[in-house]
Nanobody, 124 residues
Framework: VQLQAYGGGRVQAGGSLRLSCVVS????????LAWFRQAPGKAREFVAA????????AYADSVKGRFTISRDNARNTVTLQMNSLNPEDTSVYYC??????????????????WGQGTQVTVSS
């Protein structure tokens, strides 16, 4: 499984950005796809996750109501729509994949596949 993330950039507080992650090398309905982020000097933290076949969605409390994770099966893409951005959202964002959905989806240790990061910068 290979993951290619893109879509980061710079935006003012209150603005929106859309991140995408292209999944290649095959998918299955039970895959877990997730977004994590890491700010300078901080640990990588969970943002959102979904089950590729549907039926499971999860968000960190800090982004609930502002971010939406979705998938496009035809394009093998997972998208993170980020609205109402604030400076605390500034981070490098990573997409990650796991072969099977897990209830421990918040843990970086559960994911064996990672894309390269994409920088998101929110100015005040």
């Amino acid at each position: 499984v290979q993951l290619q993330a893109y879509g980061g950039g710079r935006v003012q507080a209150g603005g929106s950005l859309r991140l995408s992650c292209v999944v290649s090398g095959g998918t299955s309905s039970d895959y877990a796809l997730a977004w994590f982020r890491q700010a300078p000097g901080k640990a990588r933290e969970f943002v959102a996750a979904l089950r590729w076949g549907g039926g499971r969605y999860a968000y960190a409390d800090s982004v609930k109501g502002r971010f939406t994770i979705s998938r496009d099966n035809a394009r093998n893409t997972v998208t993170l729509q980020m609205n109402s951005l604030n400076p605390e959202d500034t981070s490098v964002y990573y997409c990650a994949a796991r072969i099977r959905w897990t209830t421990n989806y918040r843990s970086t240790n559960e994911y064996g596949y990672w894309g390269q990061g994409t920088q998101v910068t929110v100015s005040s």
